[in-house]
């Protein structure tokens, strides 16, 4: 007896067989494309508007990775694009005036952390504006962001979604808050202002560092250094208990991080 082949078999045969390959072809392929769509993460594209070199720092929260390691650099005009996980937690600042050698050592004039040109886990020193971000958790899908000036301020920087979405907003403080600093809180290098001190890190007391017994929202007020910062950056987180007008919360796949974005 000769083996069966197409030609031998009924057409309607041949025909249900071509049929079930075709679309067992695309149930595979369907389940690619869910398998990529549940397992890719989030994109946090770093943009440096400013008229010289931004070396950005990164530092993910306990248990959450350091893209980049930690940090790199960023030429005036130029722009990186992060690949991060779902639910990935960290902060980005900007560093500037920097000089690094070949193996990565040196200094910044704002933002240094430790004399390294990759963070790799240590954070920058302040004052210095951050960006604070976790893109989802175990209790909630939103992502929840703002721009911090808690830590002082270096440079104007911002966050807003790409493409929209639900209740979505921008945090930034997008002004240049050294120019109108008080000196009892600037940072100056070589005549220059390049920092601007927050309450907290200029007193280093309780009070201003909502600490100890004024770690709580009814005991910690905005100072008048808090307020004026506020009114320079009405968009930006000015000290512990700012939630209510500077956090945001969204949820999209793309952001746009900005160094001086209104420059």
């Known amino acids: 007896m000769q083996p069966l082949n197409d030609?031998?078999?009924?057409?309607?045969?041949?025909?249900i067989t071509k049929f079930q390959i075709m679309y067992f072809f695309l149930f595979l392929v369907f389940c690619s494309a869910i398998s990529i769509l549940l397992t890719s993460g989030e994109q946090l594209i770093l943009a440096n508007n400013c008229k010289e070199s931004v070396w950005p720092?990164?530092?993910?929260?306990s248990g959450h990775q350091t893209p980049m390691d930690g940090g790199f650099h960023l030429g005036s005009g130029k722009h990186v694009v992060l690949e991060v996980p779902r639910k990935w937690s960290g902060r980005i600042w900007g560093r500037q005036g920097?000089?690094?050698s070949h193996d990565g050592k040196g200094t910044c004039d704002t933002g240094d952390c430790s004399g390294r040109l990759h963070c790799?886990?240590?954070?920058?020193?302040?004052?210095?504006t951050m960006v604070e971000v976790t893109l989802g958790s175990s209790i909630s899908p939103l992502h929840y962001y703002d721009v911090s000036l808690v830590d002082g301020f270096n440079l104007p920087l911002s966050m807003k979604p790409i493409g929209g979405g639900t209740g979505c907003g921008v945090a930034s403080c997008d002004i240049d808050v050294n120019i109108f600093c008080p000196s009892a809180l600037e940072v100056k290098k070589k005549g220059k202002v390049v920092g601007c001190k927050s309450a907290c890190l200029a007193m280093q007391s309780a009070k201003y560092c909502c600490t100890g017994k004024y770690a709580d929202p009814k005991t910690c007020r905005p100072t008048l250094f808090a307020h004026l910062f506020k009114a320079m950056c009405p968009k930006a987180y000015t000290y512990a208990f700012d939630d209510p007008s500077s956090l945001r919360k969204c949820k999209v796949s793309r952001y746009a991080i900005t160094f001086c974005p209104s420059m």
Request: aromatic fraction near 4%; hydrophobic fraction near 30%; charged fraction near 10%.
């Open 7 to 15: 030609t031998s078999l009924p057409k309607s045969v041949s025909q």
């Open 57 to 61: 720092g990164i530092l993910g929260n």
């Open 98 to 100: 920097c000089s690094f």
């Open 120 to 128: 790799r886990g240590t954070a920058g020193v302040p004052p210095a």
